[in-house]
Protein backbone atom coordinates (compact mmCIF):
# COMPACT_ATOMS: atom_id res chain seq x y z
CA UNK A 1 0.00 0.00 0.00
CA UNK A 2 1.33 3.31 -1.01
CA UNK A 3 1.77 6.51 1.44
CA UNK A 4 -0.27 9.10 0.89
CA UNK A 5 2.34 11.76 0.68
CA UNK A 6 3.58 9.33 -2.05
CA UNK A 7 0.69 9.65 -4.03
CA UNK A 8 1.88 11.95 -7.17
CA UNK A 9 0.16 15.42 -6.65
CA UNK A 10 -1.58 15.64 -9.60
CA UNK A 11 -3.73 12.46 -7.94
CA UNK A 12 -3.97 14.19 -4.70
CA UNK A 13 -5.69 17.35 -6.87
CA UNK A 14 -8.61 15.14 -8.01
CA UNK A 15 -9.19 13.55 -4.88
CA UNK A 16 -9.90 16.58 -2.94
CA UNK A 17 -10.60 19.11 -5.25
CA UNK A 18 -14.02 17.35 -5.70
CA UNK A 19 -15.83 19.57 -8.32
CA UNK A 20 -12.63 18.76 -10.43
CA UNK A 21 -13.53 15.89 -12.77
CA UNK A 22 -10.24 15.93 -15.14
CA UNK A 23 -6.79 18.32 -15.98
CA UNK A 24 -5.69 17.71 -19.82
CA UNK A 25 -3.14 19.71 -21.29
CA UNK A 26 -0.79 19.62 -24.34
CA UNK A 27 2.78 20.62 -24.56
CA UNK A 28 4.37 21.52 -27.97
CA UNK A 29 6.29 18.33 -29.25
CA UNK A 30 4.75 15.68 -26.30
CA UNK A 31 1.64 13.78 -26.24
CA UNK A 32 -1.33 15.10 -25.04
CA UNK A 33 -1.66 14.35 -21.14
CA UNK A 34 -5.02 13.85 -19.02
CA UNK A 35 -5.88 12.88 -15.37
CA UNK A 36 -9.66 11.82 -14.92
CA UNK A 37 -11.25 11.12 -11.59
CA UNK A 38 -14.12 8.24 -12.13
CA UNK A 39 -16.41 8.37 -8.91
CA UNK A 40 -17.49 4.66 -8.80
CA UNK A 41 -19.85 4.96 -5.34
CA UNK A 42 -19.94 7.96 -2.93
CA UNK A 43 -16.93 6.64 -0.84
CA UNK A 44 -15.09 4.42 -4.09
CA UNK A 45 -12.90 6.62 -6.83
CA UNK A 46 -10.84 6.04 -9.24
CA UNK A 47 -7.50 8.04 -10.96
CA UNK A 48 -6.70 7.52 -14.34
CA UNK A 49 -3.86 8.94 -16.46
CA UNK A 50 -3.07 8.76 -20.06
CA UNK A 51 -0.84 9.83 -22.54
CA UNK A 52 -2.00 10.56 -25.74
CA UNK A 53 -4.22 6.97 -26.76
CA UNK A 54 -1.65 5.23 -23.81
CA UNK A 55 -2.74 4.37 -20.68
CA UNK A 56 -0.32 4.92 -17.71
CA UNK A 57 -2.26 4.27 -14.57
CA UNK A 58 -5.62 3.63 -12.87
CA UNK A 59 -5.70 3.91 -8.96
CA UNK A 60 -8.42 3.16 -6.71
CA UNK A 61 -9.11 5.17 -3.99
CA UNK A 62 -11.28 4.83 -0.57
CA UNK A 63 -12.43 8.66 -0.12
CA UNK A 64 -14.20 9.74 3.03
CA UNK A 65 -15.90 13.25 3.88
CA UNK A 66 -17.63 15.28 6.19
CA UNK A 67 -18.77 19.14 6.26
CA UNK A 68 -16.66 20.67 8.77
CA UNK A 69 -18.89 22.22 11.45
CA UNK A 70 -19.25 26.00 11.73
CA UNK A 71 -17.79 26.66 8.11
CA UNK A 72 -20.16 26.76 4.98
CA UNK A 73 -18.89 24.93 2.11
CA UNK A 74 -16.19 22.93 3.31
CA UNK A 75 -15.20 19.22 3.85
CA UNK A 76 -12.68 17.70 5.65
CA UNK A 77 -11.47 14.21 3.30
CA UNK A 78 -9.55 11.21 3.82
CA UNK A 79 -8.62 8.73 1.42
CA UNK A 80 -6.96 4.89 1.41
CA UNK A 81 -5.35 3.74 -1.53
CA UNK A 82 -6.99 0.61 -2.50
CA UNK A 83 -5.27 -2.41 -3.78
CA UNK A 84 -6.93 -5.54 -5.96
CA UNK A 85 -4.31 -8.20 -5.97
Do not use: Y
Not at 17 to 23: E, M, P, R, V
Not at 34 to 51: A, F, G, P, R, Y
Not at 71 to 79: F, G
Amino acid sequence: MRELNRIPETENTLLFLTHLKKISWKVIGQDFQQIECLKHTDNHVEIIKTSGDTLFVKSHFLRFSAPVENISNQNVSIVFPLSFT
